[in-house]
Nanobody
């Protein structure tokens, strides 16, 4: 059974940093793309950043230059380093992985709150 466990969320002041981690277990095959999404209250879930198995990254315009996505394939883990955080970054952050067969798995989410 595939499980994604996220950690690293919390409360931080504006301008601060947090590092999110998402570890996948129960994986017996390679992981294609890995990504982070977020959902603020009353808003739709939106893409934050993705990274392919080859290391190619994409970022939303709102976080580009402040957030960095990375992955450790040996650990089946994806990270999101978030710097220069703003109150508008407050949301529940979810990780997502894509595996062969176009199957998608989501984490349970971790709360990030940025105070002004």
């Amino acid at each position: 059974q595939v499980q994604l466990v996220e950690s690293g969320g919390g409360l931080v002041q504006a301008g601060g940093s947090l590092r999110l981690s998402c570890a996948a277990s129960g994986i017996s095959f390679s992981i294609n793309a890995m990504g982070w999404y977020r959902q603020a209250p009353g808003k739709q879930r939106e893409l934050v950043a993705t990274i392919t198995s080859g290391g190619t990254t994409t970022y939303s315009y709102s976080v580009k230059g402040r957030f960095t996505i990375s992955r450790d394939n040996a650990k089946n883990t994806v990270y999101l380093q978030m710097n220069s955080l703003k109150p508008e970054d407050t949301a529940v952050y979810y990780c997502k992985i894509e595996v062969p067969g176009a199957r998608i798995f989501w984490g349970q989410g971790t709360q990030v709150t940025v105070s002004s």
